[in-house]
């Protein structure tokens, strides 16, 4: 495993695919669809080559775990389409700002899904280990 791959987020196989799928006529919910198909390659990246996640230290408890490596959100998706200068930073804005309308109207999470929030035994959010 090369150095730094445990906590890489985006290969390189998966910004060449964002690359070259990447239009701006792509709605939100094509779009959607779209990062958890990169979701899914990022899982099989990491699984053939060997990579878990990082190791993570909880701030309230100090137990070590390895951290969940969570899907490819919109914003990550917009992010590294300015990065690889498929959009200009103009832009960039104003795709993040209409995702971010988007979003909040029509109550979704960061990867374009019905929000759902999660609750523990108690009744409360649940966004640690203890």
């Keep these: ?51 878990e996640p990082p190791l993570t230290r909880c701030p309230r408890c100090g137990a070590v775990s390895r951290s969940d490596v969570s899907g490819v959100s919109i914003r990550s998706a917009l992010f590294a389409l300015k990065k690889l200068g498929a959009v200009t930073e103009a832009e960039y804005e104003a795709l993040d700002k209409s995702w971010r309308k988007f979003k909040t109207r029509n109550r979704l999470d960061a990867y374009g ?3 759902e929030p999660t609750q523990n035994a108690d009744g409360e959010g649940s966004d640690s280990c203890c």
Excluded at 16 to 39: G, H, M, N
């Design 1 to 51: 495993m090369a150095s730094g791959d445990a906590q890489r987020v985006w290969f390189p196989e998966m910004l060449d695919e964002l690359e070259r799928t990447w239009s701006a006529s792509v709605s939100w919910e094509e779009l959607a669809d779209f990062c958890q198909v990169l979701t899914e390659k990022r899982k099989g990246i990491r699984e053939s080559r060997g990579i």
């Design 113 to 115: 899904r019905k929000a």
